[in-house]
């Protein structure tokens, strides 16, 4: 079992940043890939970025490209959101997941491991 907390959502403006953490605990932390996923009210949840357990690999949702960075710090089992340059329509409960590191982290489907969500609202 792996249990995931989100913190660091909240309000802010249009063209603002926030930075998303998820401190993981439980299993060791390095054997999965990580990733951050996003759902808007009435539209289904949508990977945002991910991240392979080692670290060496990234995707990232065409909507975000260029303005989000994810990264993790296994020495903390932390792993990271920068959201840079936010619009209204990044707003969105933002979900933590961790995935087995052998299993598709670009897909929903693979994690088997999720956060209660932290709400990110981007005033316009």
């Known amino acids: 079992q792996v249990q995931l907390v989100e913190s660091g959502g909240g309000l802010v403006q249009a063209g603002g940043s926030l930075r998303l953490s998820c401190a993981a605990s439980g299993r060791t932390f390095s054997l999965y890939n990580m990733g951050w996923f996003r759902q808007a009210p009435g539209k289904e949840r949508d990977v945002v970025a991910a991240?392979?357990?080692?670290?060496?690999?990234?995707y990232y949702g065409d909507s975000v490209k260029g303005r989000f960075t994810i990264s993790r710090d296994n020495a903390k089992n932390t792993v990271y959101l920068q959201m840079n340059s936010l619009k209204p329509e990044d707003t969105a409960v933002y979900y933590c997941a961790a995935a087995d590191y052998y299993r598709d982290y670009k897909r929903a489907g693979g994690y088997a491991y999720w956060g209660q969500g932290t709400q990110v609202t981007v005033s316009s």
């Open positions: 991240i392979s357990y080692s670290g060496g690999s990234t």
